[in-house]
C-alpha cells in the first residue's frame, strides 16, 4: 500500500536525555558540559561531546529564550594564540570598533579567546543560548567548527572561512585580493620592475589571497614575478623573510608585505644591510596602523578602516538576530596611503 509523506511519522530530535544516556552520565552533567561549566571531569567533557556529534544533538536555544526572552549579549571569538593576540593591533582595533558600536545598543559584548587546550570549551558556551551571536575574528578561524555553529546560531565572520563546509553565516572583511592589488600596482606605477613578496600564511585566506592579487598584478602589467617568501604575520617573521630573500641574490626593486608587521620587520633589515628606500627598494604594505606609522621610514600603505570593520561586523549580527536575512559578503573600503617608503618626500 502506497503512503503519502502525511503517513510518515515525524522523528523527534534528539533530548539532552538521550545524549546523557549515550555518553553514561547523568542528565545534569551533560548539562554543564554543553553549557561549558568547569565543573566536569575530562571523561565527561568526552563523553557527551561524542554523544552530541553521534546524536546531531543542537540545544533548543528557541525554548529556552522563549523562557528568557534573549540574553542581549554577543560574543566575540578569538580563535588565536593568546601571544600573537596581544600582539597584533588589527584584533584591538576590530573589537574597539564593535564595541563602541555595541555600547549604543542594549547589548553587551562579551570577548571570549578560545583555549588551546579545550577549544570545544568555548564552542559549547556559544551552543549553550547564553548569547545571541557570535563573531568569529581570527587570521587562523578552525572554520568547520564555527560554519557548522553558524547553522544553530546567526554568526558573522571577520575573515573568509577556508572551510569548504556551507552556513548561513555573513563576512565582512576588506576585498584581500584588491588591496595586494592596490599595493603592487603602485609599486608598478613607481616604475619598479622587479618585485618580490613577504606573503602572509598560505593556510590563512587573507595569505591566499594577497598572494593571488600581487601575482595577477604582475602578469597583467607583463612583469617577471620576483622573489616570494611567506612570513609569520610578526615584525621577526617579516625581517627573516627579508633576510633570505636577500640571501637568494634575486634582484629586487620593489617589495610587497602582506602585513605592515612583517613589513616593520623587513624594514629594519634592509636598513641593517644599506639597502636604501625607496632608493634601492620601495616597500608598500597592508595594513595602516603603528607599524606602518613607526617604520624608518613610514610605509606606504593600504588602510583597510580596522575601526569601521568592528562597527560593521557588530551592526551586520544584529541584523541576523533580528532576523533580517544579510549580505553573504559585506565589504569594507579600501584606501592607498602614500609614505616615503615608495616616494621620497611623501
Not at 599595493?183 to 593571488?212: F, K, N, W, Y
Not at 597592508?286 to 568592528?310: E, R, Y
Not at 562597527?311 to 579600501?334: D, H, S, W
Amino acid at each position: 500500500m502506497m503512503t503519502n509523506d502525511t503517513d510518515v511519522p515525524a522523528v523527534a530530535p534528539p533530548t539532552l536525555l538521550a545524549v546523557a544516556q549515550r555518553a553514561k552520565v547523568s542528565r545534569s552533567t551533560a548539562s554543564r558540559v554543553i553549557n561549558g561549566s568547569s565543573q566536569v571531569t575530562e571523561e565527561a567533557i568526552a563523553a557527551v561531546t561524542s554523544a552530541i556529534s553521534e546524536l546531531n544533538y543542537v540545544p533548543n536555544r528557541t525554548a529556552r529564550n522563549l523562557a528568557k526572552r534573549t540574553t542581549q549579549s554577543i560574543a566575540m571569538v578569538i580563535p588565536q594564540q593568546t601571544s600573537k593576540f596581544f600582539a597584533d593591533p588589527y584584533f584591538a582595533a576590530v573589537i574597539q570598533g564593535a564595541a563602541l558600536h555595541m555600547a549604543t545598543t542594549d547589548y553587551t559584548l562579551t570577548l571570549l579567546i578560545e583555549s588551546d587546550d579545550d577549544p570545544a570549551k568555548t564552542r559549547r558556551f556559544l551552543e549553550g543560548g547564553n548569547v545571541d551571536g557570535a563573531l568569529i575574528l581570527s587570521h587562523y578561524t578552525r572554520d568547520a567548527d564555527y560554519v557548522s555553529l553558524s547553522r544553530t546560531l546567526p554568526v558573522v565572520f571577520g575573515v573568509r572561512p577556508l572551510s569548504s563546509d556551507d552556513g548561513p553565516f555573513s563576512v565582512v572583511d576588506v576585498d584581500n585580493v584588491d588591496s595586494a592589488v592596490l599595493a603592487t600596482q603602485h609599486l608598478v606605477d613607481c616604475g619598479r620592475t622587479r618585485i618580490g613578496m613577504i606573503g602572509a600564511p598560505l593556510g590563512m585566506s587573507a595569505g591566499l589571497d594577497r598572494t593571488e592579487g600581487w601575482r595577477s598584478t604582475l602578469v597583467l602589467a607583463g612583469i617577471e614575478e620576483g622573489p616570494f617568501e611567506e612570513g609569520d604575520l610578526t615584525p621577526a617573521g617579516g625581517a627573516a623573510a627579508m633576510e633570505r630573500i636577500l640571501d637568494r641574490g634575486d634582484p629586487i626593486d620593489g617589495l610587497v608585505a602582506a602585513t605592515a608587521q612583517m613589513a616593520h620587520g623587513a624594514v629594519g633589515v634592509l636598513n641593517e644591510r644599506g639597502v636604501t628606500i625607496p632608493g634601492d627598494i620601495a616597500v608598500a604594505t597592508i595594513d595602516n596602523n603603528f607599524f606602518s606609522t613607526s617604520a624608518q621610514p613610514p610605509l606606504t600603505s593600504v588602510d583597510l578602516n580596522t575601526d569601521a570593520k568592528g562597527a560593521v561586523m557588530a551592526q551586520t549580527l544584529l541584523r541576523m538576530i533580528a532576523g533580517e536575512t544579510a549580505e553573504r559578503f559585506v565589504p569594507i573600503p579600501i584606501e592607498l596611503i602614500v609614505r616615503e617608503s615608495t616616494v621620497a618626500g611623501a
